[in-house]
Nanobody
Framework: QVQLVESGGGLVQPGGSTRLSCAAS????????MAWFRQIPGKEREFVAA????????LYADSVKGRFTFSRDNAKATMYLQMNNLTPEDTAVYYC????????????????????WGQGTQVTVSS
């Protein structure tokens, strides 16, 4: 069983930045495929970014490419989402997700492949 605990987010002004964190339990975190998804009320959850695990590759949604950066600290069993140049369209509840094995990059967008989910953290971009 893997537990994911998110932190960060809150209210951010347009053009601003914030960083989300997701701390995971488990001794083999470095092997986990990890991802961020987000959901706007009334809409389906959408893919944001993912890392395929253990020296793997990172994939970004086109809508965040160049503005968001995924990173992970395997020693701390924590992943991060640095979010820059935020716009109101980035307002959503952000979820971290994990799978305790690697996945191939082409599958990283598939929500169903991730077994464990964080509780979600709200990011609101508004002046």
């Amino acid at each position: 069983q893997v537990q994911l605990v998110e932190s960060g987010g809150g209210l951010v002004q347009p053009g601003g930045s914030t960083r989300l964190s997701c701390a995971a339990s488990g001794e083999t975190f470095s092997r986990y495929a990890m991802a961020w998804f987000r959901q706007i009320p009334g809409k389906e959850r959408e893919f944001v970014a993912a890392n395929t695990g253990m020296f793997g590759s990172t994939l970004y949604a086109d809508s965040v490419k160049g503005r968001f950066t995924f990173s992970r600290d395997n020693a701390k069993a924590t992943m991060y989402l640095q979010m820059n140049n935020l716009t109101p369209e980035d307002t959503a509840v952000y979820y971290c997700a994990a799978r305790t094995s690697r996945i191939i990059l082409s599958s990283a967008r598939q929500e169903a492949l991730y077994t464990y989910w964080g509780q979600g953290t709200q990011v609101t971009v508004s002046s």
